[in-house]
């Protein structure tokens, strides 16, 4: 099965910049969809920005123009700069796979598949 392994997690000041990265193996379809989630204590997960099975970037308004996501040509490596953080951004980050994605808006939409561990983001004011 598809396994994911997530990096670049870490403390960072308010306006600081942090990238995140997961290395995805084992896919068996190229018609992949990437999510990558946030989940604060005392908070429900959060869909931030996810790249649909045609290579096009979502975005939540609350990351929107701040955060970008990419994939690598090979769409096993998943990417996600994280710039001017704000203390609200303060989440276990998680990246997760449809492998082969499903139909519908994936920051929406129950997204299922493959996650990987997860990787803490703390921004401190």
């Known amino acids: 099965q598809v396994q994911l392994v997530e990096t670049g997690g870490g403390s960072v000041e308010a306006g600081g910049s942090l990238t995140l990265s997961c290395t995805g193996s084992?896919?068996?379809?190229?018609?992949?969809?990437w999510v990558w989630f946030r989940q604060a204590p005392g908070k429900e997960r959060e869909a931030v920005a996810g790249i649909s099975r045609d290579g096009a970037a979502l975005y939540a308004d609350s990351v929107k123009g701040r955060f970008t996501i990419s994939q690598d040509t090979s769409k096993t490596r998943l990417s996600l700069q994280m710039n001017n953080l704000r203390p609200e951004d303060t989440a276990m980050y998680y990246c997760?796979?449809?492998?082969?994605?499903?139909?519908?808006?994936?920051?929406?939409?129950?997204?299922?598949?493959?996650r990987g561990q997860g990787t803490q983001v703390t921004v401190s004011s």
């Open positions: 997760a796979a449809e492998d082969p994605c499903g139909v519908g808006n994936i920051l929406i939409r129950t997204f299922h598949g493959y």
């Open positions: 084992r896919f068996t379809y190229s018609a992949r969809c």
